[in-house]
């Protein structure tokens, strides 16, 4: 829904601006906590990571195992969701 249109709607709406500064704070931490776990860590964006498993499978026998250990670099208040992502043959 457009804001506009959620305005119209809801007379008692309260418009909260976005603290972009202290986003991107939590996400850089993100990443340092979890380049802890994993030497392959990638960001391009906050709310999206990209955690490379190369070598790892002694640490971690499943790419969900690693899912675990990375869920504590996450606010309580995130969720964390796993894609695995295989190479293209």
Known sequence: MELQQALSRHADIRIIHADIPYYWHIYNQ????LETKSPLVEGSEPGLVYIGMDGMQF?????TDLLTPSAT????ALQSRLVSASPSS
């Open 30 to 33: 993100i990443l340092d906590i």
């Open 59 to 63: 640490i971690y026998p499943d790419d």
């Open 73 to 76: 670099a996450f606010p309580t």
